[in-house]
């Protein structure tokens, strides 16, 4: 099983900044089959990256994934309000599907 | 549009049995897999469980294997999750997702539902 360790656990930014998320990786990810998803309180994930850097459908590119093998990033270039939630990274394409425990990005 | 709704969520006792239901539309079902995700109350994602397009693959968490079983009527546009022995740690909101990529069990989930809350308590 690959167990995906996010970091930090909480990050406080301000609107404007620039957010860097980390995901590691136990052990290599094949085939970059890495996601990110974006969750607000109430809501239901939203698929923001996969296979590690491309954007899914009708998201704004200040959001940009990067990263191969066992670390990976996700990047927001200048937080918008709308950006303060909960993000988790996922592995893919093979099981367990195993997501990371979150990073938190709230308002300083 | 894509929808997905869940349902059959419920306060369950301990050891018994719950069966879910995802009623899909906005998409050719029988193309795509399909999988639960389930998370506890304040916590992180879990994956649950996926089926393949035609019921051909499926593959499960060990924390549900044996007692959970997916299944789908292509017919009806329809995704299952049948739960037996429940435990107290099954307590969570549990959604249902559609696989990014046609055919295969990927994993890579691009449309939600909103949840359907099982409670397993005494």
């Known amino acids: 099983e690959i167990v995906l360790t996010q970091s930090p656990g909480t990050r406080s930014l301000s609107p404007g900044e620039r957010a860097t998320l980390s995901c590691r990786a136990s052990?290599?990810?094949?085939?970059?089959?890495l996601a990110w998803y974006q969750q607000k309180p109430g809501q239901a994930p939203r698929l923001l990256i996969y296979g590690a850097s491309s954007r899914a459908t009708g998201i704004p590119d200040r959001f940009s994934g990067s990263g191969s093998g066992t670390d990976f990033t996700l990047t927001i270039s200048r937080l918008e309000p709308e950006d303060f939630a909960v993000y988790y990274c996922?592995?893919?394409?093979?099981?367990?599907?195993?997501f990371g425990q979150g990073t938190k990005v709230e308002i300083k | 549009e894509v929808q997905l709704v869940e349902s059959g969520g419920d306060l369950v006792q301990p050891g018994r049995s719950r069966r879910l239901s995802c009623a899909t539309s906005g998409f050719t079902f029988d193309d795509y897999a399909m999988h639960w995700v389930r998370q506890a109350p304040g916590k992180g994602l879990e994956w649950v469980s996926g089926i393949s397009w035609n019921s051909g693959d499926i593959v499960y968490a060990d924390s549900v294997k044996g007692r959970f079983t997916i299944s789908r009527d292509n017919a009806k546009n329809s995704l299952y999750l049948q739960m037996k022995s429940l435990r107290t740690e099954d307590t969570a909101l549990y959604y249902c997702?559609?696989?990014?990529?046609?055919?295969?069990?990927?994993?890579?989930?691009?449309?939600w539902g909103q949840g359907t809350l099982v409670t397993v308590s005494s």
């Open positions: 997702a559609k696989d990014y990529y046609i055919g295969a069990v990927a994993g890579l989930l691009d449309f």
């Open positions: 996922q592995h893919y394409g093979s099981s367990p599907r195993t």
């Open positions: 052990q290599s990810v094949s085939n970059n089959y």
